[in-house]
């Protein structure tokens, strides 16, 4: 049994090992992911920083999600392609807790961000009249600091816990980074009440923002039933479809991975639901978000229209 963890202690991340002739392939695939995942949103921080027509509620929030994912999938792309090119699977005691440790905390900081983002288009949908006042930019930081914060403070009770628990089974990780689940399933000393406090933090992470979202949506769906034109009906929502394009996404994986885990645990399938929330979605939100909207289209094309003409 592992009781008093030292430096020599060392998890095996077992990833994408069942299938070792394509290793290559799946560097390739996760580097060329993490590529356009990294360009993507460093574009979209660049454009709405620069572009004065976009310092609005709505961009404000883009740029920080822009942010968000660069880390969040930084957490665990990389370690991933290292043991991919390498062939060595290990993970220190402390590389496999400050892993879990953050990548929790930034999926929980998305969580409360994308429902902040939420309340954004309510009020914007809902209450247009009032949008200026009601969402200033002290509303705005604030809510960006608190998802950021509940996200960062939230996650350290599943780490302190997790890792003082005994480990005295195998120490392979059937994973290809250090999640909740398949981590707890190496304890020998897991108890009822530690698994109740574990998936208590789970539900405020997750169903809470979920809940505040779908209530936004609920009254945002409302108002727009009201409007009495098809156009007006159809650029109401226009705005709110790339949300609710990656909180399905986002959600959708996340619920059926982390709430009901016994269902995820056989073929890989808790693998393949991970990937699509920690590498696809962010690789994908700036396109589902961004790149597809005229005005950062605009924005765009004005930033280099300025910098030609300034070389």
């Given at each position: 049994m592992v009781g008093n963890h030292t430096d020599a202690f060392r998890f095996i991340l077992l990833g994408f090992?069942?299938?070792?002739?394509?290793?290559?392939l799946f560097f390739s695939m996760f580097?060329?992911?993490?590529?356009?995942?990294?360009?993507?949103?460093?574009?979209?921080?660049?454009?709405?920083?620069a572009d004065a027509a976009l310092h609005t509620p709505m961009y404000f929030f883009l740029r920080v999600l822009s942010v968000l994912e660069i880390c969040y999938t930084t957490v665990t792309v990389p370690k991933m392609l290292v043991n991919l090119l390498s062939g060595d699977k290990s993970i220190s005691f402390l590389g496999c807790a400050t892993q879990m440790y953050f990548f929790v905390a930034l999926g929980g900081?998305?969580?409360?961000?994308?429902?902040?983002?939420?309340?954004?288009?309510?009020?914007?949908?809902?209450?247009?009249?009032?949008?200026?006042?009601?969402?200033?930019?002290?509303?705005?930081?604030?809510?960006?600091?608190?998802?950021?914060?509940?996200g960062l403070v939230g996650s350290l009770g599943h780490v302190i816990i997790i890792f003082n628990l005994p480990f005295c089974a195998s120490h392979e990780i059937n994973h290809f980074f250090c999640d909740i689940?398949?981590?707890?399933?190496?304890?020998?000393?897991?108890t009822f009440l530690n698994k109740v406090v574990i998936f208590t933090i789970l539900l405020i992470f997750i169903p809470l923002p979920f809940i505040l979202i779908l209530v936004s949506y609920l009254l945002i769906?409302?108002?727009?039933?009201?409007?009495?034109?098809?156009?007006?009906?159809?650029?109401?929502?226009?705005?709110?479809?790339?949300?609710?394009?990656?909180?399905?996404?986002?959600?959708?994986?996340?619920?059926?991975?982390?709430l009901h885990p016994s269902s995820t645990s056989v073929s890989g399938m808790g693998k393949i639901l991970s990937l699509s929330y920690s590498v696809i979605t962010p690789m994908l939100n700036p396109i589902t978000y961004s790149l597809r909207n005229k005005e950062v289209r605009d924005a765009l094309k004005r930033t280099v229209t300025r910098k030609c003409f300034l070389n």
């Open positions: 090992s069942d299938h070792p002739q394509l290793r290559l580097l060329t992911t993490y590529m356009m995942t990294l360009t993507g949103n460093l574009l979209i921080f660049i454009i709405i920083t900081v998305e969580c409360f961000l994308l429902a902040a983002m939420a309340y954004d288009r309510y009020v914007a949908i809902c209450q247009p009249l009032h949008y200026p006042s009601i969402m200033n930019h002290t509303k705005c930081t604030g809510l960006a600091s608190g998802s950021w914060l509940s689940t398949p981590v707890l399933r190496l304890s020998c000393g897991v769906i409302f108002t727009i039933l009201k409007i009495p034109s098809v156009q007006g009906r159809r650029k109401a929502f226009s705005t709110c479809s790339s949300h609710l394009i990656v909180v399905t996404l986002f959600y959708g994986t996340g619920i059926i991975n982390y």
